[in-house]
Protein backbone atom coordinates (compact mmCIF):
# COMPACT_ATOMS: atom_id res chain seq x y z
CA UNK A 1 0.00 0.00 0.00
CA UNK A 2 1.03 3.59 -0.77
CA UNK A 3 1.10 5.89 2.20
CA UNK A 4 -1.77 7.51 1.07
CA UNK A 5 -3.42 4.07 0.58
CA UNK A 6 -2.11 3.41 4.38
CA UNK A 7 -3.99 6.65 5.73
CA UNK A 8 -7.05 6.12 3.77
CA UNK A 9 -7.26 2.73 5.37
CA UNK A 10 -6.63 4.03 8.50
CA UNK A 11 -9.24 6.96 9.31
CA UNK A 12 -12.14 4.58 7.28
CA UNK A 13 -10.82 1.93 9.29
CA UNK A 14 -10.72 -0.51 7.22
CA UNK A 15 -7.94 -3.72 6.44
CA UNK A 16 -4.30 -1.99 5.87
CA UNK A 17 -1.06 -3.98 5.34
CA UNK A 18 0.33 -2.01 8.31
CA UNK A 19 -0.25 1.01 9.95
CA UNK A 20 1.29 4.57 9.06
CA UNK A 21 4.80 5.20 10.59
CA UNK A 22 5.40 8.80 10.32
CA UNK A 23 7.12 11.56 12.70
CA UNK A 24 4.51 14.17 12.31
CA UNK A 25 6.39 16.64 13.49
CA UNK A 26 8.85 18.59 12.37
CA UNK A 27 12.65 17.12 13.91
CA UNK A 28 14.17 19.55 16.73
CA UNK A 29 17.06 21.92 14.79
CA UNK A 30 19.17 20.76 17.65
CA UNK A 31 18.28 17.06 17.28
CA UNK A 32 19.52 17.88 13.55
CA UNK A 33 22.59 18.98 14.19
CA UNK A 34 23.37 16.33 16.48
CA UNK A 35 22.38 14.12 14.52
CA UNK A 36 24.93 15.67 11.61
CA UNK A 37 27.71 16.27 13.77
CA UNK A 38 27.56 11.90 14.42
CA UNK A 39 27.33 10.89 10.75
CA UNK A 40 30.82 10.29 8.96
CA UNK A 41 30.46 11.18 6.10
CA UNK A 42 27.14 13.85 6.70
CA UNK A 43 24.69 13.15 4.45
CA UNK A 44 23.37 16.03 2.19
CA UNK A 45 20.00 15.38 4.09
CA UNK A 46 21.27 16.30 7.71
CA UNK A 47 23.51 19.23 6.58
CA UNK A 48 22.30 22.93 7.47
CA UNK A 49 21.22 24.38 4.38
CA UNK A 50 19.67 21.22 2.97
CA UNK A 51 17.32 19.99 5.31
CA UNK A 52 13.65 19.16 4.22
CA UNK A 53 11.12 17.56 5.90
CA UNK A 54 9.99 15.49 3.25
CA UNK A 55 13.58 14.37 2.65
CA UNK A 56 14.66 13.39 6.10
CA UNK A 57 11.44 11.01 6.28
CA UNK A 58 12.76 9.68 3.31
CA UNK A 59 16.54 9.39 4.85
CA UNK A 60 14.75 7.27 7.71
CA UNK A 61 12.81 5.59 5.73
CA UNK A 62 9.42 6.73 7.31
CA UNK A 63 6.11 7.04 4.89
CA UNK A 64 6.21 10.11 3.36
CA UNK A 65 4.03 13.14 4.19
CA UNK A 66 3.43 16.28 3.12
CA UNK A 67 1.92 18.90 5.98
CA UNK A 68 0.78 22.57 4.47
CA UNK A 69 0.53 24.64 6.95
CA UNK A 70 -1.69 27.70 6.01
CA UNK A 71 -0.86 31.08 6.65
CA UNK A 72 -3.55 33.38 8.15
CA UNK A 73 -1.21 36.12 7.60
CA UNK A 74 -0.18 37.97 4.78
CA UNK A 75 3.68 38.59 4.16
CA UNK A 76 4.22 42.15 5.68
CA UNK A 77 1.65 41.60 8.23
CA UNK A 78 3.49 43.26 11.22
CA UNK A 79 4.68 40.94 14.10
CA UNK A 80 4.39 40.65 17.63
CA UNK A 81 7.79 42.43 19.80
CA UNK A 82 8.49 38.46 21.24
CA UNK A 83 6.59 35.61 21.44
CA UNK A 84 3.11 35.84 23.22
CA UNK A 85 3.52 39.61 23.12
CA UNK A 86 -0.12 40.69 21.67
CA UNK A 87 -0.24 42.81 18.58
CA UNK A 88 -3.77 43.89 19.36
CA UNK A 89 -5.83 44.91 22.28
CA UNK A 90 -8.85 46.32 21.27
CA UNK A 91 -11.63 45.72 18.05
CA UNK A 92 -10.24 49.28 16.85
CA UNK A 93 -6.59 47.85 16.78
CA UNK A 94 -8.03 44.18 15.52
CA UNK A 95 -9.81 46.37 12.45
CA UNK A 96 -6.54 48.38 11.60
CA UNK A 97 -4.94 45.30 11.28
CA UNK A 98 -7.92 43.25 9.70
CA UNK A 99 -5.93 44.30 5.91
CA UNK A 100 -2.93 42.06 6.68
CA UNK A 101 -4.48 39.11 7.82
CA UNK A 102 -6.47 36.21 6.10
CA UNK A 103 -4.68 35.93 2.39
CA UNK A 104 -6.71 35.55 -0.63
CA UNK A 105 -5.55 33.32 -2.67
CA UNK A 106 -3.88 31.57 0.67
CA UNK A 107 -3.06 28.51 -1.05
CA UNK A 108 -0.79 27.82 -4.15
CA UNK A 109 -2.82 25.76 -6.33
CA UNK A 110 0.21 24.69 -8.63
CA UNK A 111 2.17 23.44 -5.90
CA UNK A 112 -0.92 21.68 -4.04
CA UNK A 113 -2.22 20.29 -7.80
CA UNK A 114 1.65 19.16 -7.99
CA UNK A 115 1.64 16.94 -4.89
CA UNK A 116 -1.95 15.03 -5.33
CA UNK A 117 -0.42 14.24 -8.86
CA UNK A 118 2.30 12.83 -7.27
CA UNK A 119 0.18 11.48 -4.61
CA UNK A 120 -1.59 9.40 -7.08
CA UNK A 121 1.50 8.59 -8.08
CA UNK A 122 2.55 6.67 -4.93
CA UNK A 123 4.23 9.27 -3.57
CA UNK A 124 3.68 11.35 -0.41
CA UNK A 125 0.29 11.73 1.76
CA UNK A 126 -0.92 14.97 2.04
CA UNK A 127 -2.24 16.46 5.04
CA UNK A 128 -3.11 20.17 6.08
CA UNK A 129 -3.49 22.76 9.09
CA UNK A 130 -5.76 25.38 10.23
CA UNK A 131 -5.01 27.77 13.28
CA UNK A 132 -7.77 26.81 15.50
CA UNK A 133 -10.37 28.98 17.36
CA UNK A 134 -7.98 29.01 20.53
CA UNK A 135 -4.73 29.19 18.50
CA UNK A 136 -5.04 32.09 15.73
CA UNK A 137 -6.83 34.72 18.80
CA UNK A 138 -3.83 34.20 20.65
CA UNK A 139 -1.67 35.03 18.21
CA UNK A 140 -3.13 38.35 18.08
CA UNK A 141 -3.65 39.20 21.31
CA UNK A 142 -0.48 37.66 23.16
CA UNK A 143 -0.78 34.82 25.92
CA UNK A 144 -1.86 36.79 28.68
CA UNK A 145 -4.59 39.15 27.26
CA UNK A 146 -6.06 36.55 25.04
CA UNK A 147 -7.31 34.30 28.61
CA UNK A 148 -8.41 38.07 30.21
CA UNK A 149 -10.38 38.58 26.57
CA UNK A 150 -12.79 36.12 27.04
CA UNK A 151 -14.32 38.14 30.09
CA UNK A 152 -13.29 41.50 28.94
CA UNK A 153 -13.30 41.81 25.32
CA UNK A 154 -16.14 38.85 24.27
CA UNK A 155 -16.92 41.34 21.15
CA UNK A 156 -13.53 41.49 20.23
CA UNK A 157 -12.84 37.25 20.40
CA UNK A 158 -16.46 36.34 18.65
CA UNK A 159 -15.34 39.30 15.67
CA UNK A 160 -11.64 37.83 15.31
CA UNK A 161 -13.16 34.26 15.06
CA UNK A 162 -15.95 35.24 12.70
CA UNK A 163 -13.30 35.88 10.24
CA UNK A 164 -11.34 33.16 11.20
CA UNK A 165 -14.22 30.85 10.40
CA UNK A 166 -14.93 32.14 6.89
CA UNK A 167 -11.44 32.26 6.09
CA UNK A 168 -11.38 28.31 6.87
CA UNK A 169 -13.88 27.89 4.49
CA UNK A 170 -12.88 29.08 2.03
CA UNK A 171 -9.21 27.27 2.56
CA UNK A 172 -11.37 24.23 2.26
CA UNK A 173 -12.39 25.10 -1.13
CA UNK A 174 -9.01 26.46 -2.00
CA UNK A 175 -7.58 23.00 -1.07
CA UNK A 176 -9.88 20.46 -2.52
CA UNK A 177 -9.80 22.25 -5.94
CA UNK A 178 -7.79 19.33 -7.42
CA UNK A 179 -8.02 16.85 -4.51
CA UNK A 180 -9.07 15.56 -1.06
CA UNK A 181 -6.29 15.71 1.73
CA UNK A 182 -5.74 12.72 3.70
CA UNK A 183 -6.45 14.46 7.02
CA UNK A 184 -6.64 18.00 8.55
CA UNK A 185 -5.54 19.19 11.73
CA UNK A 186 -6.21 22.34 14.15
CA UNK A 187 -3.42 23.73 15.59
CA UNK A 188 -4.98 24.74 19.29
CA UNK A 189 -2.16 24.38 22.38
CA UNK A 190 -5.17 24.82 24.66
CA UNK A 191 -3.67 22.76 27.52
CA UNK A 192 -0.78 22.58 29.80
CA UNK A 193 0.58 19.95 31.93
CA UNK A 194 -2.68 20.18 34.40
CA UNK A 195 -5.07 20.27 31.72
CA UNK A 196 -7.19 22.94 29.75
CA UNK A 197 -6.56 27.00 29.64
CA UNK A 198 -9.95 27.18 29.59
CA UNK A 199 -13.11 25.97 30.69
CA UNK A 200 -15.63 23.98 29.42
CA UNK A 201 -17.97 26.79 29.87
CA UNK A 202 -15.98 29.05 27.63
CA UNK A 203 -15.01 26.75 25.09
CA UNK A 204 -18.85 26.39 24.48
CA UNK A 205 -19.71 29.58 24.04
CA UNK A 206 -16.20 30.75 22.37
CA UNK A 207 -14.37 28.08 20.25
CA UNK A 208 -17.42 25.14 20.00
CA UNK A 209 -20.24 27.72 17.58
CA UNK A 210 -17.29 28.65 15.15
CA UNK A 211 -16.06 24.79 14.90
CA UNK A 212 -19.61 23.59 14.16
CA UNK A 213 -19.42 26.03 11.05
CA UNK A 214 -16.39 24.53 9.52
CA UNK A 215 -15.97 20.92 10.89
CA UNK A 216 -19.55 19.98 8.76
CA UNK A 217 -17.34 21.42 5.47
CA UNK A 218 -14.50 19.03 6.09
CA UNK A 219 -16.93 16.14 7.15
CA UNK A 220 -18.39 16.81 3.86
CA UNK A 221 -15.33 15.97 1.87
CA UNK A 222 -14.74 12.90 3.82
CA UNK A 223 -11.47 14.65 5.66
CA UNK A 224 -10.22 13.14 8.94
CA UNK A 225 -10.33 16.02 11.49
CA UNK A 226 -7.55 16.50 14.42
CA UNK A 227 -7.05 18.51 16.89
CA UNK A 228 -3.08 19.40 17.94
CA UNK A 229 -2.92 20.46 21.70
CA UNK A 230 -0.02 19.76 23.87
CA UNK A 231 -0.01 18.95 27.99
CA UNK A 232 -3.21 17.21 29.49
CA UNK A 233 -6.41 16.73 26.83
CA UNK A 234 -7.99 14.59 28.81
CA UNK A 235 -10.99 16.60 29.81
CA UNK A 236 -11.23 18.42 26.96
CA UNK A 237 -11.55 15.15 24.57
CA UNK A 238 -15.51 15.90 25.07
CA UNK A 239 -15.77 19.18 24.42
CA UNK A 240 -13.95 18.57 21.28
CA UNK A 241 -16.49 15.82 20.09
CA UNK A 242 -19.34 18.13 20.57
CA UNK A 243 -17.33 20.55 18.29
CA UNK A 244 -17.46 17.79 15.06
CA UNK A 245 -13.76 16.94 15.78
CA UNK A 246 -12.75 13.31 15.39
CA UNK A 247 -8.75 12.90 17.12
CA UNK A 248 -6.48 14.70 18.93
CA UNK A 249 -2.73 14.34 19.23
CA UNK A 250 -0.10 14.11 20.61
CA UNK A 251 -0.94 12.39 23.84
CA UNK A 252 2.09 13.63 25.85
CA UNK A 253 2.79 11.12 28.48
CA UNK A 254 4.49 13.66 30.92
CA UNK A 255 1.25 15.54 30.90
CA UNK A 256 -0.56 11.79 32.32
CA UNK A 257 -2.84 11.15 29.50
CA UNK A 258 -3.66 8.08 29.78
CA UNK A 259 -4.48 6.65 26.14
CA UNK A 260 -6.77 3.42 27.33
CA UNK A 261 -8.65 5.14 29.57
CA UNK A 262 -9.55 8.21 26.75
CA UNK A 263 -10.04 4.69 24.18
CA UNK A 264 -12.27 2.97 26.34
CA UNK A 265 -14.24 6.06 27.00
CA UNK A 266 -14.19 7.27 23.16
CA UNK A 267 -14.23 4.02 21.45
CA UNK A 268 -14.74 5.88 18.02
CA UNK A 269 -12.43 8.81 18.40
CA UNK A 270 -8.71 8.73 16.85
CA UNK A 271 -5.62 8.90 18.71
CA UNK A 272 -1.77 9.80 17.48
CA UNK A 273 0.91 9.86 19.48
CA UNK A 274 1.70 8.57 22.87
CA UNK A 275 5.21 7.18 22.74
CA UNK A 276 7.56 8.91 25.44
CA UNK A 277 9.66 10.80 23.96
CA UNK A 278 12.16 10.84 27.17
CA UNK A 279 12.50 7.09 27.05
CA UNK A 280 14.03 7.18 23.63
CA UNK A 281 17.70 8.20 25.00
CA UNK A 282 17.83 5.46 27.17
CA UNK A 283 18.22 2.92 24.81
CA UNK A 284 16.41 -0.57 22.95
CA UNK A 285 15.36 -1.74 26.78
CA UNK A 286 13.29 0.97 27.50
CA UNK A 287 11.56 2.02 24.41
CA UNK A 288 10.16 -1.60 24.10
CA UNK A 289 9.17 -1.52 27.50
CA UNK A 290 7.27 1.71 25.97
CA UNK A 291 5.64 -0.05 22.62
CA UNK A 292 4.99 -2.59 24.85
CA UNK A 293 3.28 -0.57 26.82
CA UNK A 294 1.63 0.79 24.13
CA UNK A 295 0.75 -2.87 22.31
CA UNK A 296 -2.62 -2.79 23.65
CA UNK A 297 -3.68 0.56 22.17
CA UNK A 298 -2.22 -0.20 18.98
CA UNK A 299 -4.32 -3.83 19.00
CA UNK A 300 -7.30 -1.81 19.74
CA UNK A 301 -7.47 0.15 16.51
CA UNK A 302 -7.76 3.30 15.84
CA UNK A 303 -4.78 4.61 17.80
CA UNK A 304 -1.48 5.31 15.43
CA UNK A 305 1.46 5.12 17.92
CA UNK A 306 4.30 8.43 17.26
CA UNK A 307 6.69 10.37 19.13
CA UNK A 308 4.33 11.99 21.46
CA UNK A 309 6.32 15.53 20.60
CA UNK A 310 9.00 16.19 18.67
CA UNK A 311 12.69 13.83 18.36
CA UNK A 312 14.69 15.92 21.19
CA UNK A 313 18.18 16.36 20.90
CA UNK A 314 19.23 14.14 23.37
CA UNK A 315 18.21 11.15 21.21
CA UNK A 316 21.68 9.96 19.43
CA UNK A 317 21.48 8.69 15.79
CA UNK A 318 21.82 4.97 16.97
CA UNK A 319 18.71 5.56 19.36
CA UNK A 320 16.76 6.58 16.90
CA UNK A 321 17.73 3.98 14.68
CA UNK A 322 16.97 1.93 17.21
CA UNK A 323 13.22 3.65 17.90
CA UNK A 324 12.48 2.97 14.01
CA UNK A 325 13.20 -0.61 13.63
CA UNK A 326 10.89 -1.15 16.85
CA UNK A 327 8.19 0.99 15.56
CA UNK A 328 8.55 -1.03 12.70
CA UNK A 329 8.06 -4.39 14.67
CA UNK A 330 4.90 -3.15 16.93
CA UNK A 331 3.32 -1.22 13.86
CA UNK A 332 3.19 -4.62 11.19
Avoid at 118 to 134: D, H, I, K, Q, S
Avoid at 298 to 303: A, K, V
Avoid at 306 to 321: C, K, L
Wanted: with cysteine.
Amino acid sequence: MTSHQRFQAFFQRQPLDRLPRIEWATWWDKTLNRWAAEANPCPEVLQPGHRVEEDIHAFWGLDPLRQLWVSHKKPRCPAPAHHGAPLVSTLQEYTALRPFLFPEPAVDQEKLKRWYLEREAGGPAVWFTLEGFFWFPRQLLGIENHLLAFYDEPELMNQINADLTAFHLRVIDEVCLHGTPDFMTFAEDMSYNLGPMISQECFREFLTPWYLKVTPALKERGIPIIVDSDGDITRAVPWFIEAGVEGILPLECQSGVDVFALQQTYPDFFFLGGFDKLVMKLGETAMRREFERLRPAIQRGSFLPSVDHQTPPDVSMENYRIYLRLLEEFTL
